[in-house]
C-alpha cells in the first residue's frame, strides 16, 4: 500500500462504470418540486443525475457502519468518533452517520457540553483573524477523523463566529448518459372499498412511474489530495485518509449500489483517470491495512468520545 506515486499529484480521479444488476431499467433520485434531475450533457445527449454528490457522501459513510454492532465495521475499528447515548444509556446516533457530523445538535446543543467545550477550548485563539485551517483539521481529526474527508461546517456563532469550515475532500456522483425514459405504473388496490376516499387511505388509486435506461452509467470519484497534504497532518494520518477515502470507495462499489428498491447496480469496470498509471487496491488488501495504519496513527486520536443527549 504505497502512496508515494500520489504525493505529486493534486487529485485522484476514479470513473467506475456500472449496469442495472438485473434488466435494463433504474429508477433515479428524485428532488423536490424538480423530480429526476434530467440535463442536456454537452454533447447534446440527455443525461441523468442518478445520484447526487450529498447522496453519496452519506452513502460512503453508511457503508462503513456496523449498525449490529453499532461500530465502525471490523477493519475500521479504532478510528476515533463521538458516540451519543440517549437518557437510558443506549445508542442514539453519532458523529459518523449525523447529518451534520460534529455539527450535530445532538452533539453540540444539548447539556452534555464535552465536545462543544473541547473545540471551544481547542479554537478559542481563532475567534478573530483568519481561520487556522491546519490547527482545525488537526483538532477535528483528533475526535472524528471522517470529518476530515466529509468536511464539516461548525456553524455556530461561539465557535470563531461560524467560521469554522473544511471543505468535502472527498466527493462522488453518478451520471447516466445519453438516456431514454421507461414509463410505466400501477394500481394500489383496495379490495374492500375500491371507491373510498382516497385522501384517508382508502379505495383504488393508479399511479404513474417513470424509470429510465442508458449505455452508460457512471460513478466519480474525486479525492482532494491537495487538500489532505494542506492539512499538515503527520503523513501516518494522511496515508490512512487516503486509504479510508480508498476504502469507502471500493465497499460503496461492492456493497452499497442498491440506491433504491428499482435503483439496484453493479460495477463493471474501475478507472483511475488520474493518475494514469495508478490502480485501486482492492477491497481485500484495504481490509487487511487499514488496521496497521489505524495502529500506526493512534498517538493522535482521541479514541471513542461519548456525550449524552437526554431530550
Not at 12 to 37: K, M, V
Amino acid at each position: 500500500m504505497n502512496f508515494d506515486t500520489l504525493k505529486i499529484h493534486p487529485r485522484l480521479l476514479i470513473e467506475a462504470n456500472l449496469r442495472p444488476i438485473q434488466g435494463s431499467r433504474f429508477q433515479a433520485t428524485g428532488f423536490p418540486d424538480l423530480g429526476a434531475a434530467e440535463f442536456d450533457g454537452p454533447d447534446g445527449k440527455r443525461m441523468l443525475l442518478v445520484e447526487s454528490a450529498q447522496s453519496v457522501a452519506n452513502r460512503l459513510e453508511e457503508v462503513c457502519w456496523d449498525k449490529v454492532a453499532d461500530d465502525w465495521v471490523a477493519p475500521l475499528r479504532g478510528l476515533p468518533y463521538v458516540r451519543v447515548l440517549d437518557k437510558s444509556g443506549q445508542p442514539l446516533t453519532n458523529s459518523v452517520l449525523e447529518a451534520h457530523r460534529l455539527n450535530s445538535p445532538y452533539i453540540l446543543e444539548g447539556k452534555d457540553r464535552t465536545v462543544f467545550d473541547l473545540l471551544k477550548a481547542e479554537l478559542a485563539d481563532m475567534e478573530q483573524g483568519m481561520v487556522n485551517i491546519r490547527r482545525l483539521a488537526a483538532v477535528v481529526g483528533r475526535i472524528d477523523i471522517n470529518a476530515l474527508l466529509h468536511g464539516l461546517f461548525l456553524a455556530k456563532k461561539e465557535l470563531a463566529g461560524g467560521r469554522l469550515r473544511l471543505p468535502r475532500a472527498l466527493s462522488g456522483f453518478i451520471e447516466a448518459e445519453d438516456i431514454r425514459i421507461a414509463q410505466s405504473g400501477g394500481v394500489k388496490n383496495d379490495s374492500v372499498n375500491p371507491s373510498g376516499d382516497t385522501a384517508k387511505g382508502f379505495g383504488n388509486v393508479p399511479f404513474a412511474r417513470t424509470e429510465y435506461t442508458a449505455p452508460r452509467i457512471t460513478a466519480f470519484f474525486n479525492l482532494d489530495l491537495a487538500q489532505l497534504r494542506g492539512f499538515g497532518l503527520p503523513d501516518s494520518i494522511t496515508d490512512l485518509l487516503i486509504a479510508l477515502a480508498l476504502f469507502k470507495i471500493r465497499r460503496f462499489l461492492q456493497t452499497g449500489l442498491r440506491l433504491r428498491t428499482a435503483c439496484d447496480l453493479e460495477a463493471t469496470k474501475i478507472t483511475v483517470t488520474r493518475p494514469e498509471a495508478w490502480a485501486v487496491p482492492d477491497l481485500t488488501a484495504l481490509e487487511d491495512t487499514m488496521p496497521r495504519l489505524i495502529q500506526a496513527a493512534a498517538s493522535n486520536f482521541a479514541g471513542v468520545t461519548t456525550v449524552r443527549y437526554p431530550g
